[in-house]
């Protein structure tokens, strides 16, 4: 069990590009979530999966984000045009949940991201 | 909706006492109370959850937290801090019955001084 695994870990980026983060869940684990991160605040939801479906998606998550988990394994979250307001810590969390369970969510080292 | 406060932005505490940091609780429904580290430039280690039970969760690292409905509470504790322990800590509650999601506290910084 090596953990989650996010890359990379770092990002500098100028307005306007493109960026796209990766995250590997622990193996076998069925569920993967993304949250940021702003300075000084709590991790706050942006979306989650169950195998490759995307159940559910944060009102926050504006028309520029998208995210994909194509084989149920990885998944990738890709910011288009990115603004300043985007700079953050993205964190990824995977868990093995059941229908009916409280899952444990076990988080990634995050990807924090700078747009100049 | 659900909702976690964390009433205190630092708590200081010299090593080798107890601590105590404070999460107070909102839901409707059934509440999972769940509390994370997290120590600089890191991401979150799961520390502890209630779900249902015990009202005294143990987790890792020695810490614990106690579940009080009647004040809609769960503390984090431990009965002798470590210098080691300082970090960021958060309290979190899951988003009611139909979602996983997590709705994070905006956190404490425990500060154990020497």
């Known amino acids: 069990d090596t953990g989650v695994s996010q890359n990379p870990r770092h990002k500098i980026t100028k307005r306007g590009q493109n960026v796209t983060f990766r995250c590997d869940p622990i193996s076998e684990h069925n569920r993967l979530y993304w949250y940021r991160q702003t300075l000084g605040q709590g991790p706050e939801f942006l979306t989650y999966f169950q195998n490759e479906a995307q159940l559910e998606k944060s009102r926050l998550l504006s028309d520029r984000f998208s995210a994909e988990r194509p084989k149920g394994s990885f998944s990738t979250l890709e910011i288009q045009r990115t603004e300043q307001g985007d700079s953050a810590m993205y964190l990824c969390?995977?868990?093995?949940?059941?229908?009916?369970?409280?899952?444990?969510?076990?988080f990634g080292p995050g990807t924090r991201l700078t747009v100049l | 909706a659900q909702s976690v406060a964390q009433p205190e932005d630092q708590v200081n505490v010299a090593e080798g006492n107890p601590l105590t940091v404070k999460c107070t609780y909102s839901v409707s429904g059934n509440p999972y109370l769940f509390w994370y580290v997290q120590y600089p430039n890191r991401g979150l280690q799961f520390l502890l959850k209630y779900i249902t039970g015990d009202n005294l969760v143990k987790g890792s690292y020695g810490f614990e937290a106690e579940f009080n409905k009647s004040q809609t509470s769960f503390h984090l504790k431990k009965p002798s801090a470590l210098v080691s322990d300082s970090a960021l800590y958060f309290c979190a509650v899951r988003d009611g019955d139909s979602s996983y999601k997590l709705i994070f506290g905006s956190g404490t910084r425990l500060l154990v001084r020497p």
């Open positions: 969390a995977s868990s093995w949940g059941e229908l009916g369970n409280t899952d444990t969510q076990y």
